[in-house]
Nanobody, 117 residues
Framework: QVQLVESGGGLVQAGGSLRLSCAAS????????MGWYRQAPGKQRELVAT???????NYVDFAKGRSTISRDNAKATASLQMNSLKPEDTAVYYC???????????WGQGTQVTVSS
């Protein structure tokens, strides 16, 4: 079992920045992918960015240039720095974890990000 705990959400004005953090605990395997998804009201959950244990990143188009994902493998943490936030970025952001050789995905409880115009 893996537990994910997010922090860092909140209310910010358009154009501002937020940094989300995720701490993984439990049975962590060294080769894995951690990342962030988001879900706005009435919409499906969507990818924001992921990074694997080797540092390979994957960003969705709306996150490119405005977001930076990072991780600390030794501490099993992942962070998402978001800049130039827009009202349409308002959503619940979820931390994600998956081991490369196992199908199960893990999710955090979510952290609310609200961007006011």
């Amino acid at each position: 079992q893996v537990q994910l705990v997010e922090s860092g959400g909140g209310l910010v004005q358009a154009g501002g920045s937020l940094r989300l953090s995720c701490a993984a605990s439990g049975r962590i395997f060294s080769i894995n992918t951690m990342g962030w998804y988001r879900q706005a009201p009435g919409k499906q959950r969507e990818l924001v960015a992921t990074m694997d244990s080797y540092g390979i990143t994957n960003y969705v188009d709306f996150a490119k240039g405005r977001s930076t994902i990072s991780r600390d493998n030794a501490k099993a943490t992942a962070s998402l720095q978001m800049n130039s936030l827009k009202p349409e970025d308002t959503a619940v952001y979820y931390c994600y974890y998956k081991e490369r050789t196992r199908p199960r995905e893990y999710w955090g409880q979510g952290t609310q990000v609200t961007v006011s115009s």
